[in-house]
């Protein structure tokens, strides 16, 4: 079955610490992730995917398919980090298909 | 560029209605998907149309359908409402690329409430 697990609903944190958002997956085939966010009164919005191996507003994730886990961390947190972030697993990445399976999201509650 | 337009943004609906939305993507988007957004549930697959085809549908029953038109338009249609859809129907679109991209643009969404 596909499917993608957010453990947390709600993730507070103080200002400067550590965040690491948990994800993890179930999947057959060969993962494509991805992170989306929603910041208040924002559109979802694509923060970053694993293929790009790239860092988004100091945000990164690295996929480990022996734990089928995409955790999002950032090392120092930001009161605008505040906001919901949604885990994401593409189903047929490069195929026909957009089809994108998402977590429940965590809220991540950054306080000053 | 103009971003993912949906319409309505809001309206109540009663059981056994049935109720049309509208979606338009961003210029040069020809793959645009739906979404159904509960705080059940989250975030769930309904479809997607490219080029006028749907090339994917979700668990969804057969009261839930879609179209798209020639300019990349869509629609979706919930025909007898119940009132277990009330939620925030968000529409996206995606890369005018054949390939699958996995980054989607979305809308505001269009939130129903069904009495």
């Known amino acids: 079955a596909q499917r993608v697990t957010q453990p947390e609903k709600l993730l507070s944190v103080f200002k400067g610490a550590p965040v690491e958002l948990k994800c993890n997956y179930s999947?057959?085939?060969?993962?494509?992730l991805f992170w989306y966010v929603q910041y208040s009164r924002q559109r979802l919005q694509l923060l970053l995917r694993h293929i790009s191996r790239e860092s988004i507003k100091g945000f990164t994730a690295d996929l480990n398919k022996g734990e089928t886990s995409f955790h999002l961390k950032k090392p120092f947190a930001q009161e605008e980090d505040s906001a919901m972030y949604y885990c994401?697993?593409?189903?047929?990445?490069?195929?026909?298909?957009?089809?994108?399976?998402f977590g429940t999201g965590t809220l991540l509650a950054v306080q000053p | 560029k103009a971003g993912v337009t949906q319409t309505p943004r809001y309206l109540i609906k009663t059981r056994g209605q049935q109720v049309t939305l509208s979606c338009s993507p961003i210029s040069g988007h020809r793959s645009v998907s739906w979404y159904q957004q509960t705080p059940g549930q989250g975030l769930q697959f309904l479809f997607e149309?490219?080029?006028?085809?749907?090339?994917n549908k979700g668990n969804f029953p057969g009261r839930f359908s879609g179209r798209q038109f020639s300019n990349s338009r869509s629609e979706m249609n919930v025909s007898t409402l119940e009132l277990g859809d009330s939620a925030l129907y968000l529409c996206?679109?995606?890369?005018?690329?054949?390939?699958?991209?996995?980054?989607?643009?979305f809308g505001e969404g269009s939130r129903l409430t069904v009495l």
């Open positions: 994401a697993l593409s189903v047929n990445y490069g195929g026909a298909t957009n089809k994108l399976i």
């Open positions: 999947y057959s085939g060969s993962p494509e």
């Open positions: 149309y490219f080029s006028e085809t749907q090339r």
């Open positions: 996206a679109s995606s890369s005018p690329r054949q390939g699958a991209t996995g980054e989607l643009f």
